[in-house]
């Protein structure tokens, strides 16, 4: 039982350890960690980088309790997110108020083309988010 008990807890491990990787690396480079490589360096010719950044972040902060300011970030990086899936584009970082994505990096040509509509829906997706009553709207 107890060999058991080791190898679901270390399945588990493993699972939990994949999704967090996911989270942090693109898909190729996670096999290549996976493969061993002992060194993982890559160089792309063309890339497409987009920077986002909530405008009024800091008086936003100031003015809304925390639970009320993380809910409403996580409503709006959730929907970054599912549009990066849909575009695909790699979150790098999102950070207090910024998000910042990358294509081009799998060499997908027309990189620059995912970021455009990717931006696009990220100001659409903006205007459905729930804002609490003393944020008004951004």
Same mark, same amino acid.
């Given at each position: 039982? @107890?060999?058991?008990k080791?190898? +679901?807890?270390?399945? +588990?491990?493993?699972?939990?350890?994949?999704? *967090? @990787? =996911?989270? $942090? @690396?693109?898909a #190729?480079? *996670?096999?290549? *960690?996976?493969n061993?490589?002992?060194?993982i360096?890559?160089?792309?010719?063309?890339? %497409?980088?987009?920077?986002?950044?909530i405008?009024?972040y800091?008086?936003? %902060? &100031? &003015?809304?309790?925390? $639970?009320?300011?993380?809910?409403m970030?996580? =409503?709006?990086?959730?929907?970054?997110d599912? !549009?990066?899936?849909?575009?695909?584009?790699?979150? !790098?970082?999102?950070?207090?108020?910024?998000?910042?994505? +990358?294509?081009? #990096?799998?060499?997908?040509?027309?990189?620059?083309?995912s970021?455009?509509?990717?931006? @696009?829906?990220? !100001?659409?997706?903006?205007?459905?988010?729930?804002?609490?009553?003393?944020?008004?709207?951004h």
């Amino acid at each position: 039982q @107890l060999r058991i008990k080791d190898g +679901i807890k270390a399945e +588990i491990d493993h699972s939990r350890t994949n999704k *967090i @990787l =996911q989270t $942090m @690396l693109p898909a #190729h480079v *996670i096999e290549k *960690i996976k493969n061993n490589s002992s060194m993982i360096v890559e160089e792309h010719r063309e890339v %497409s980088i987009m920077y986002t950044d909530i405008v009024g972040y800091t008086s936003l %902060s &100031a &003015a809304l309790p925390t $639970m009320e300011l993380i809910h409403m970030l996580n =409503q709006m990086f959730s929907a970054f997110d599912e !549009l990066c899936d849909k575009y695909g584009c790699f979150k !790098l970082e999102a950070v207090e108020h910024r998000y910042v994505v +990358i294509a081009g #990096h799998d060499g997908a040509p027309d990189h620059a083309g995912s970021v455009m509509s990717l931006a @696009l829906e990220m !100001l659409e997706a903006v205007k459905k988010i729930s804002y609490p009553r003393a944020a008004g709207k951004h």
